[in-house]
C-alpha cells in the first residue's frame, strides 16, 4: 500500500526571485479521428473552446476539463507523434468516486479505483506515478495523492484521475487560496464540516467563531500547513 505522507514542516520554498511567470495551459495529444475524438471530449462533458480549420490540411480543436486552467488541443497537422501514443495525462479530482461517476453516467468506460502497492514498483501492470502495480480499490487510508482510476479516448491517448484533497508543502502559497470550481470549494468545506465537528467535541460546545476556524482550516489545508485543531 502507497499511502503519500503530508509533511506539513518541511517542503521546497517557492523561489522568490523570477524573470517571468511561465504557465504550463496546453497539452497536444495524437488522434487518428478527429471527428471522432472531438464526439469523445464532448461527452466527457469538457468545454469545447476552438475548432479552427483551414481546408484538408490543417485543423485544431482544443478541449478544456472542468476547473483545469490546462487544455488539450489535437487536430490535423498538429504533431507527428503516433495517435493514442499520450499516456500519463493526470487529471487531480477532490473526489474519485464522484469523478469516476460522472464519466460513467455519460457512458465513458473508466477503470475500477486503485493504489500503489507501497515498496513494490514493478509488476504487470501499465506503469503510472507508482510503478506498474496497481492494487484494487482506493487507498485504504484515503491518503491524498494515493488513490487512482484510469480511462483511455478512442485512439488508446492514456487518462488517468488521481485523487488530491491536501496539497504537499510548497505547492501553493498561503496567500493565494483559490478554487477552480465550484465542485472543489464545495468539498473543501465539507472537509472543514467534518474538522470542525471534531473541534466542537473538543471544546465542548458550539463554537461561534465557526466561520473564521473554517476559513483558517480552508487556506491552510490548500497551502499544505499545519491544520487548525
Request: hydrophobic content about 35%; proline content about 6%; aromatic content about 10%.
Amino acid at each position: 500500500m502507497t499511502t503519500i505522507e503530508i509533511d506539513r514542516e518541511t517542503g521546497t520554498k517557492p523561489s522568490t526571485s523570477r524573470s517571468a511567470d511561465m504557465k504550463f495551459e496546453v497539452v497536444v495529444i495524437p488522434v487518428s479521428d478527429v471527428d471522432r475524438a472531438k464526439a469523445f471530449y464532448a461527452r466527457l462533458g469538457w468545454r469545447l473552446d476552438a475548432d479552427f480549420t483551414s481546408g484538408n490540411d490543417w485543423r485544431v480543436i482544443q478541449f478544456t476539463p472542468p476547473g483545469s486552467a490546462c487544455s488539450v488541443i489535437f487536430g490535423r497537422n498538429v504533431t507527428a507523434a503516433a495517435p493514442g501514443s499520450a499516456r500519463g495525462l493526470y487529471l487531480i479530482v477532490p473526489d474519485l468516486e464522484a469523478a469516476r461517476q460522472d464519466l460513467l453516467d455519460r457512458g465513458v468506460a473508466v477503470s475500477a479505483p486503485f493504489h500503489g502497492a507501497g515498496d513494490v514498483h514493478t509488476g504487470p501492470d501499465e506503469p503510472y506515478l507508482f510503478g506498474s502495480v496497481r492494487v484494487g480499490g482506493v487507498d485504504p487510508k484515503r491518503g491524498s495523492y494515493s488513490s487512482f482510476a484510469s480511462f483511455s479516448d478512442p485512439d488508446g491517448n492514456g487518462w488517468l484521475f488521481q485523487e488530491v484533497t491536501t496539497r504537499l508543502p510548497g505547492r501553493i502559497a498561503a496567500g493565494d487560496t483559490t478554487f477552480a470550481s465550484q465542485t472543489d470549494l464545495a468539498a473543501a468545506l465539507r472537509r472543514a464540516s467534518v474538522a470542525h465537528g471534531e473541534h466542537e467535541k473538543r471544546i465542548g460546545g458550539h463554537d461561534e467563531n465557526w466561520a473564521d476556524w473554517y476559513a483558517d482550516y480552508i487556506v491552510r489545508e490548500q497551502a499544505g500547513q499545519e491544520l487548525p485543531t
